[in-house]
């Protein structure tokens, strides 16, 4: 197994990452909603989990081969997309990145790395889960670092 796709804050999901080409995408809405994309000559499906018509979505990412990279672009319905993609993510979803796209199209915000076995199906509470903790440590972050913004503003009065 490759190394985990990157994915960098700022990034829309559709290429995560400044290194990372879009090769295809397979379904559209207003974005790309999946498609496969290359970083360092490792080819990836990416697709909106949740959110796709929000101004916050849930992204995964998983490696595939070129074969699979195929079966997934040449899907002639919703259903063999769906289930194609299925069968080739199982056991692959790597990462999670939740995206806004709000008037400013901020893009990625947050990534989490993922437990491989969540492949794609209907719960995606493993992926909400990894997000969720993942919040709470940028929070913790952020509060133990104004603190001691706070404590230093103070010491120099």
């Known amino acids: 197994m490759t190394d985990r796709i990157r994915v960098s804050v700022g ?11 879009l090769d295809k995408v ?3 809405g ?27 979505n849930l992204w995964l990412y998983a490696h595939v081969t070129e074969d699979s990279a195929e079966r997934l672009s040449s899907a ?9 993609l299925r069968e080739v993510t199982s056991g692959r979803a ?8 709000d008037d400013k199209e901020r893009g990625i915000v947050l990534t ?11 719960d995606l509470s493993p992926a909400a889960a990894a997000i ?9 972050a952020a509060e133990v670092t104004a603190g001691q913004s706070e404590r230093v503003l103070a010491s120099t009065a």
């Open 94 to 101: 790597e990462i999670v990145a939740l995206a806004l796209n």
């Open 112 to 122: 989490a790395p993922l437990d491989p076995a969540l492949g794609f199906g209907e």
């Open 30 to 56: 207003t974005i790309p909603l999946v498609g496969i994309v290359s970083q360092h000559d490792v080819k990836y499906v990416f697709w909106c989990a949740i959110g796709h018509a929000s101004e916050a």
């Open 76 to 84: 002639k319905t919703q259903e063999e997309l769906v289930s194609i």
């Open 26 to 28: 397979i379904q559209r």
């Open 11 to 21: 990034s829309p999901p559709w290429r995560p990452d400044p290194e990372t080409s």
């Open 132 to 140: 969720s903790a993942r919040v709470q440590e940028v929070t913790h």
